[in-house]
C-alpha cells in the first residue's frame, strides 16, 4: 500500500502484510517524523511538528524527565516509494508459455513421424487428428475381376498400397466391401498386414477372393482400418 508521511507528504510504498492486523510506528526517511499508522495506511497518532526527532512518537512517564533514546519504531522503515518494478518471474512464465507452444507446434507438423516411432501415442493424437492413421498411404493399381464356376461366380479383388512418406512405417490393415445399389453391405474381407514394414515408395501387394460371388452386387469400396 501507498503510506503519505503527514509532515512532510512523502509517499512511501510498503507490505500491507507487515503490520500483520496491528496499527504500527513507522518513521519517515526525509524528514524523520514518527508516527503510528493504522492498518489501512492512515495516521491515528501524530506528534507534534515541533518537536524534536528524539522524543517524536515516543510516550514519556510524565514524572520523569529523561527520556531512552534506545526506544525504536518496532517497524521497519519504510522506503521512499517508485514505480513498481516488473516482476522478472512473469518474463520467465511467457518465456515458458513461447518454448512450449512453439515444442507444440513443432511436434505437431511432425505427428506423423511421432507417432510412427512411438505408438502408444498414436491414441492421443489421433483424437485431435483422426486422419493420422491413413496420411501418405496411397491405394492404386486397383483391379477385379470374375471367375464363373459350377459352384458359382468368383471375385477377385486385388490392389497395391503405397507409402508417400519418407520414412519406415507400418503396412496398416485394410477392408474390402461390396455393396449393392442401395448401399447395403453384403460382403466384407479385412486385410491384416502382420506387423509388416514398407519404406519411402515401396509398394505392397494385397489380393482377396470372394467365393459365390453375389450377382445383385454393385459397388466395391476399399478402407485403411488402422
Not at 504500527?24 to 524534536?52: A, F, H, M, Q
Request: net charge neutral.
Amino acid at each position: 500500500m501507498i503510506i503519505q508521511c503527514p509532515a512532510c507528504a512523502t509517499n512511501f510504498f510498503l507490505d500491507e502484510r507487515k503490520f500483520n492486523g496491528s496499527p504500527k510506528k513507522l518513521k519517515c526517511s526525509r524528514c524523520s517524523i514518527v508516527w503510528t499508522s493504522g492498518t489501512d495506511g492512515k495516521p491515528i497518532d501524530i506528534p507534534k511538528l515541533y518537536e524534536p526527532a528524539s522524543s517524536q512518537g515516543i510516550k514519556t512517564n510524565k514524572e520523569s524527565k529523561i527520556i531512552d533514546k534506545n526506544i525504536k519504531p518496532d517497524h521497519p522503515l519504510p522506503v521512499p516509494f517508485d514505480k513498481p518494478k516488473s516482476d522478472r518471474s512473469n518474463f520467465i512464465i511467457w518465456a515458458s508459455f513461447i518454448l512450449i507452444f512453439i515444442l507444440f507446434v513443432t511436434a505437431w507438423n511432425k505427428r506423423v513421424i511421432f507417432v510412427d516411432r512411438f505408438p502408444i501415442f498414436s491414441p492421443v493424437v489421433e483424437f485431435f487428428d483422426p486422419s493420422i492413421k491413413f496420411r501418405g498411404i496411397e491405394i492404386s493399381n486397383l483391379e477385379s475381376r470374375i471367375d464363373s464356376g459350377k459352384d458359382g461366380s468368383t471375385l477377385f479383388v486385388s490392389g497395391s498400397l503405397i507409402n508417400q512418406e519418407n520414412y519406415l512405417r507400418r503396412v496398416p490393415s485394410i477392408i474390402v466391401v461390396i455393396e449393392d445399389e442401395k448401399g447395403v453391405i453384403l460382403l466384407k474381407e479385412i486385410i491384416r498386414s502382420d506387423n509388416d514394414y514398407f519404406d519411402y515408395q515401396e509398394i505392397k501387394d494385397f489380393e482377396v477372393k470372394f467365393s459365390k460371388y453375389p450377382t445383385n452386387a454393385s459397388n466395391i469400396f476399399i478402407e485403411i482400418l488402422d
